[in-house]
């Protein structure tokens, strides 16, 4: 299916984007939210967009050949900002958006394990960057390290119960595919836990693609480069889908906040009910931003 772009008429009212201005997206994935950008960005703007994946940027730069604005690209993780802004001789960014959700079409067709309802290889991996594979987290860590990760980025109640489910089996055959996974994950929880209209083996899912990915730590990595990245004025905006995510981001703004660096806005955005009947994917999905002074 193809991708909606998540509160799409909230960031464009957050980071208001108008002709000439430079804005970069941190994570342009097949480019929803740029395209919306850059129309605003007129003639004379640039809009620069981040992403670790390889087929993102293929599949942005047709979603955004149409657009008058100047366009670059760049296969990047976003926690190398301040890296990427100066080889490419960015001018202060008047607005910055990070999308930290995980793209509908990477779930449908990347062939690496990131839904459960395909039969595909535990890979996982958003870009090269990523060393560890989903398999090799399954398959190697400890249960005590299996049990933190499901707890602490799966906020999964049954994460004691999984992870030693899954520790029991692999000795007798290793993890390959999702479907491996998926069976382990259902004989492992409640059968009533496997019949509510959350997937059952969403959070484990989500928690080993959080860890492989190292996506707290990016986040908590990019947040200072983000803020030196801006002009005065620039607006920063983050849409969030985990607590994880939400705790991080909350932190840094109010540490800015405390040190008058800015404004973050007083409340946060959800999806309206419209939007959530229409994508139920962006149901969990939080936008905050701020306004550097």
Not at 26 to 48: K, N, P, R, W
Not at 185 to 211: C, W
Request: glycine share 8%; charged share 25%; with cysteine.
């Amino acid at each position: 299916m193809a991708h909606l772009p998540v509160l799409l008429n909230e960031v464009l009212a957050t980071l208001k984007p108008i002709a000439g201005e430079t804005v970069l997206d941190g994570t342009v994935g097949s480019g929803g939210h740029a395209l919306a950008i850059g129309e605003q960005l007129g003639s004379t703007g640039l809009l620069v967009g981040l992403d670790q994946d390889a087929e993102a940027i293929l599949k942005a730069t047709e979603t955004l050949k149409s657009l008058s604005c100047q366009v670059r690209l760049i296969k990047s993780n976003f926690r190398h900002l301040t890296k990427i802004t100066a080889e490419q001789k960015l001018p202060p960014l008047d607005g910055l958006l990070l999308d930290l959700g995980i793209h509908s079409d990477q779930l449908a067709e990347s062939g690496r394990g990131f839904s459960f309802q395909r039969d595909e290889p535990l890979d996982m991996r958003m870009g090269a960057e990523a060393i560890v594979t989903a398999a090799e987290v399954v398959n190697d860590w400890s249960e005590a390290s299996l049990t933190d990760i499901l707890l602490g980025f799966g906020e999964e109640r049954h994460a004691k119960a999984i992870a030693k489910a899954i520790v029991t089996e692999r000795k007798h055959r290793p993890f390959e595919t999702t479907f491996d996974l998926i069976e382990v994950i259902k004989q492992a929880v409640p059968e009533g836990y496997t019949k509510r209209r959350l997937h059952f083996a969403t959070k484990t899912f989500q928690a080993i693609r959080m860890a492989v990915n190292e996506e707290l730590q990016a986040l908590d990595e990019v947040m200072p480069q983000a803020l030196t990245a801006l002009a005065s004025g620039g607006r920063l905006a983050i849409i969030t889908f985990h607590s994880g995510e939400a705790r991080v981001v909350k932190r840094w703004f109010k540490e800015w906040r405390e040190a008058a660096l800015g404004q973050p806005a007083k409340k946060a955005l959800k999806p309206t009910r419209t939007e959530v009947l229409g994508n139920p994917r962006s149901r969990s999905a939080t936008l905050r931003h701020f306004v550097k002074k």
